[in-house]
């Protein structure tokens, strides 16, 4: 069975500082792995994927990730932290399957605060 | 990025009426279409497949005579909650995914429901 996992309930860093939101899957075969912004009373904005290839994925609004298939691992990262990326963060993953939306499962959401 | 709409973004409605919610994608055809339901503070759950053309698939526990899905046309799907309770109110999402296998899904900016 699929899963993911993000130890943090809430993530705070000071304005200008690095920031990383964790992420662990547990999923048969290769992932593909993925990240979402949500803010509030909205639906779900798409940051980055990573299906194949380099490990180091950039996206939207200056975030990346990097796929860590070892340890399991998406951690979503960002060099600067900005006020307004406080948000709520999910990590989601899906094992290629005919069945897709039964197998995009989504983690219990971060909460990221950016403090000025 | 795609772009997925969903009306109405808010809703109050009385114990005992329907209340429909529409998805629609605007600028792709989605034959598969997803409603999520998320509570406060929580994830996001999955409550059913929509397919176009013929009947949705529910997810284990999701009652399909409350919550009745038509996907009439490769760009709408509807959500409809009936005989709506106040157990009923929550933020429902519904996304859908466009092209490859390997896309990521769009979601719409979710629909608050309130029931009195």
């Known amino acids: 069975a699929q899963s993911v996992a993000q130890p943090e309930d809430q993530v705070n860093v000071a304005e200008g500082n690095p920031l990383t939101v964790k992420c662990t899957y547990s999923?048969?075969?290769?992932?593909?792995l993925f990240w979402y912004v949500q803010y509030p009373n909205r639906g779900l904005q798409f940051l980055l994927k990573?299906?194949?290839?380099?490990?180091l994925v950039k996206g939207s609004y200056g975030f990346e990730a990097e796929f860590n298939k070892s340890q399991t691992s998406f951690h979503l990262k960002k060099p600067s932290a900005l006020v307004s990326d406080s948000a709520l963060y999910f990590c989601?993953?899906?094992?290629?399957?005919?069945?897709?939306?039964?197998?995009?499962?989504f983690g219990p959401g971060t909460r990221l605060s950016v403090l000025p | 990025g795609a772009v997925v709409s969903q009306h109405p973004s808010w809703v109050i409605c009385k114990s005992g009426t329907s209340v429909k919610i529409e998805c629609r994608s605007l600028?792709?055809?989605?034959?598969?279409m997803f409603w999520y339901r998320q509570f406060p503070k929580q994830s996001l759950m999955l409550m059913a497949t929509?397919?176009?053309?013929?009947?949705?698939?529910?997810e284990q526990g999701v009652e399909k005579d409350k919550f009745l899905i038509n996907h009439a046309s490769l760009t709408l799907s509807t959500l409809t909650v009936t005989s709506a309770h106040p157990e009923d109110s929550s933020f429902y999402i519904c996304?859908?995914?466009?092209?490859?296998?390997?896309?990521?899904?769009?979601f719409g900016e979710g629909s608050r429901l309130t029931v009195l």
């Open positions: 996304s859908a995914r466009q092209g490859l296998n390997t896309g990521e899904l769009f």
């Open positions: 999923v048969s075969g290769n992932p593909y």
């Open positions: 990573y299906i194949t290839g380099d490990n």
């Open positions: 989601a993953v899906r094992s290629p399957s005919r069945n897709y939306g039964q197998n995009f499962v």
């Open positions: 600028d792709f055809q989605a034959t598969t």
């Open positions: 929509s397919n176009e053309g013929s009947k949705a698939t529910y």
